[in-house]
């Protein structure tokens, strides 16, 4: 909602002169270099492959065909050597699910008594956590490796090291310090315990924390790219990312226009929960300038 | 009032128990789990840069001591081949994010506006933020691809007027690295961008207000309002940015491994060829735990900044 | 019914810091005890204390004849309003109103009782399925009372619960919270900065400073009797003009600066133990409404200042050349008591302020005589401040 408005005096001046068209041709500008790329995606999913690989050409909407989503929605259902597209979305869907869910919930908690209990020791946690925020996945990424290299090629481990993450847990923390203690307060007044109050006092005064958090790791894990290729070799857990990365790196001659229709099937669902809670979105990336 | 007193001690200690226990029970999971898959390993990769172990081997484990660090700065062949990688990541973090942090405010201050047209500009800025690095990398294999079928190339020729000749954009010593910071930017600028903008919310309106009675122009107002109001969330983009561009990985993998020459090798991906491709984990090990203490250290820095600005 | 007695309470914060030094405390079975005293003087600390939000570092503190020192606040069946009301934005009224009540598991038609009865005490009734984020100030001030009456508590802890109204509201909610309170009848501990509040709502006050108990008494004794020079200066508004004199040799007169006043040997039959201070330095106060301009009797000559027209009167600021005592919120140390004193002496000129009839004629900058009703005075210790009686 506060992204949504605008600093009040330039909008004053501006309403009172005619249309800022300076403003206004270099967004448009700017909007069709960061478009583009998006355009030739989903006109290209439509091209057969020497079209969608064709110079300028290769952009003018002509000759549109479903071919490529018929062959994709036939190996959708069928299994070969390459993996199905169901059991790519399935894992990718069922890895996301147990990422975003699990996290809600392991980090709402440690955050909340991070922020509000009192136990020895707090100090020191504080810290652990915001270390650890610091350290990014890809330096712990070998280690990890061989710790877990007996669980390879399931769909749990794809999942477990991104539940608890110490960043998610910093965000509810700072979330959780800066609502009003005295609602807690009234409720332990009113003679609910520690449980009871989290659950129905300051869970739902923290549904913007809780979407935040939601749709951060939900994007996260879905482009997750490294992790599912060190753990991954047989096409049955293979996340989507993993199946697409595969075409990109592998095809010599790569045959674009099926390529791009199994990229518009990997970003589609992320792209239609964007569009949809867009607001959330861009509220969740903003409530990241908080932490500086 | 016997009995009460002697109920007493008893009845606070289980009082205390009780509410450290109810602490206790909601950070074991979340901190346990922060533990066991960030904290150990990260200790584990000391571990494994200071010991050789040939994976399926019945060789035992050996320690080396600092071998696989002097390796980094010493060993003719690899010396080169990490260097010229840490050199990558420089110039990509040293391109990538004065462009981004720029961009991503010039579009900030021009989406921070009202009506439809600027929300649908606001959407298409941020939209490559939810698409996932293999697809951006899918994309722009395409864009980039070589010879007058590939998309830039065919535009430049239309741009020029067929004075351009088209180039191996991701095979060219000297085009690849620029290449991937291109669409690196593309993917990552609205996300700064968005940060921007709350910071720029922030800034109260009585600011400017103040300034405009003071009598400044618009490019006044920007440098005396707009500006220092974003001090802070510029420090924070900048930061962040950096950090981010010290984690170059997916991009360099997927479309390049590296290639050519080395011209787009990263740290993290020497870092995951050595210890998963050549299986020489100790070397891998041991240049994560040296990208780990840049990245340390770049943040002691940023809190340094900020707290200064704070005092 | 019950009554919440603390006996010699403290409270010692992990970092050594004494907020409450050994507090003895009745509120009676009924009583509205309001605690009043400067920001930071511990009175929000000691409510606190008596809820259970904050644990009692030494002595009891009981409710109802039972100890609850280690009780859980929601052991302690007490009810609290807060100052910003931290009404659940989650809920509608009725759900804030009935969340204590579902908790203790009373059945659905006792709940839906109890709600209906405290929403019409409270003219509630049509905002019930609203959310609290939709109402005004002096709404959500009403359910925080909802909330505190349906429990038909032990006894009902306010923290500062008018400072978020506007003016004209809270000496409204004054009167209706004073009415709730008699209406239930539960003894009650009412925190506040404001000093009219304390003294128009208390049965009883309790001056508080620096964590130390000052004095518990009616309004009225407060401000007749005051037991030291920070009660008589905290009580009252204007707040009462406190003076270094010297009483001289022999009784007869109080010098006070260049002038002297008549104190009559009424004084020491009325103050037996100011006989011991003869010849000694005193401070006297002086309540504004004390000083006039017509009547009779001592007169103190003093060079006006500004003049504040309140339509009922007029409050005349003057002054004297005289040393005024300054008393300082927290019981700071001596030096800076003392530096504060010579900051004082600079601007000494105007402390003093009188109370007297509208459009009498003075005018700033005039020297008048202000007549003294040396009956009324009051005498306090130099080093102790205790009052000479």
Known sequence: ?292 | ?311 | MSEIILRDVSKTYDNGYQAIHQIDLTVREGEFMVVVGPSGCGKSTLLRMVAGLETVSDGEISIGGEVVNDFTPGERDLAMVFQNYALYPHMTVEKNIAYSLRLRKLSGQEIQRRVTEAAEILSLTDYLKQRPGRLSGGQRQRVAMGRAIVREPKAFLMDEPLSNLDAKLRVQMRSEILQIQRRVGVATLYVTHDQVEAMTMGDRVTVLRAGVLQQVDTAQTLYDRPHNVFVASFVGSPSMNLLYATLNGDGTRLQVGSQSLAVSAETFVRRPTLRAYVGREVIVGIRPEDLTLEGAGETLVGRIGHIEALGSELIVHFGLDARNYVVEDKGGSAEEVEELLEETALTQHVRNVARVAPRSSVTTGDAVPFHVSMERAHFFDLSTGESIW
């Open chain 1, 1 to 292: 909602m506060a992204v949504t408005s605008t600093v009040a005096p330039l909008r004053r001046r501006r309403s009172r002169r005619s249309v800022p068209w300076g403003a206004y041709s270099l967004l448009a500008v700017f909007t069709i270099l960061f478009l583009f790329p998006v355009y030739y995606l989903i006109i290209g999913s439509f091209e057969t492959p020497s079209e969608a690989l064709n110079g300028i050409q290769a952009a003018a909407p002509t000759h549109l065909t479903l071919a490529n989503y018929h062959s994709l929605s036939q190996e959708f259902f069928s299994s070969t050597i390459t993996g199905s597209l169901r059991g790519f979305y399935t894992v990718s869907t069922l890895v996301s699910l147990i990422v975003v869910a699990g996290g809600l919930v392991v980090n709402s908690l440690a955050g909340y008594a991070l922020a509000r209990m009192k136990f020895r020791g707090h100090r020191t946690l504080l810290l652990l956590v915001i270390v650890l925020v610091i350290i990014p996945f890809q330096a712990i990424a070998v280690p990890l490796y061989y710790m877990l290299s007996g669980m390879r090629n399931t769909v749990v481990v794809q999942a477990l090291p991104f539940i608890g993450s110490a960043f998610s847990i910093y965000l509810f923390y700072t979330f959780f310090l800066n609502l009003p203690p005295q609602l807690e307060e009234a409720a332990r007044i009113d003679g609910a315990g520690p449980w009871r109050t989290f659950l129905q006092i300051i869970l739902p005064n923290a549904k913007p924390a809780f979407a935040s958090v939601a749709i951060l790791s939900f994007i996260q894990i879905w482009s997750s790219y490294l992790w599912p290729l060190m753990m991954t070799s047989q096409p049955n857990v293979y996340p989507l990312s993993i199946a697409i990365g595969n075409l990109v790196k592998q095809q010599s001659t790569p045959n674009y226009g099926e390529m791009f229709a199994f990229g518009v099937l990997l970003v589609v669902p992320m792209a239609a929960f964007f569009l949809v809670f867009q607001r959330w979105f861009i509220r969740s990336v903003a409530s990241l300038a908080v932490k500086g």
């Open chain 2, 1 to 311: 009032m016997a009995t009460l007193t002697t109920q007493l001690p008893q009845r606070r200690r289980r009082r205390v128990w009780t509410e450290s226990r109810v602490g206790l029970t909601m950070l074991i999971p979340g901190i346990g789990l922060i533990v066991i898959f960030m904290l150990i390993p990260f200790f584990y990769s000391i571990w494994l840069s200071l010991h050789v172990e040939i994976v399926g081997s019945n060789i035992p484990i050996r320690s080396v001591g600092l071998l696989f660090y002097r390796h980094l700065f010493s060993d003719p062949i690899f010396r080169g081949v990490f260097l010229k990688s840490l050199e990558n990541n420089g110039i990509f973090a040293l391109v990538v994010v004065p462009i981004q942090t720029g961009l991503a405010m010039f579009l900030a201050i021009l989406v921070n506006r009202q009506g439809a047209f600027v929300k649908f500009c606001r959407t298409t800025f941020f939209l490559p933020v939810v698409f996932p690095m293999v697809l951006t990398s899918l994309i722009w294999k395409a864009i980039l691809a070589p010879g007058p079928a590939g998309m830039l190339n065919a535009v430049l020729r239309i741009i020029t007027f067929g004075h351009f000749s088209p180039q191996y954009w991701l095979g060219n010593v000297h085009l690849a690295l620029p290449s991937i910071i291109l669409l690196s930017v593309w993917q990552g600028t609205g996300f700064q961008m968005v940060i921007f903008l709350a910071g720029l919310q922030g800034i109260p309106p009585s600011h400017y207000e103040a300034a405009l009675i003071d009598g400044a122009n618009r490019w006044q107002l920007f440098r005396d309002v707009t500006l220092p109001g974003l001090r802070n969330t510029t420090i924070f983009v900048v930061m962040v940015t950096t950090i981010f561009s010290l984690q170059l990985f997916d991009q360099v993998y997927l479309l390049t491994q590296g290639g050519p020459l080395n011209a787009t090798s990263s740290v993290m991906y020497l870092a995951v060829s050595q210890a998963y491709v050549a299986n020489n984990v100790g070397q891998g090990a041991a240049i994560s735990v040296v990208l780990c203490f840049i990245i340390l250290l770049l943040s002691l820095i940023q809190r340094q900044v900020l707290r200064e600005r704070v005092d």
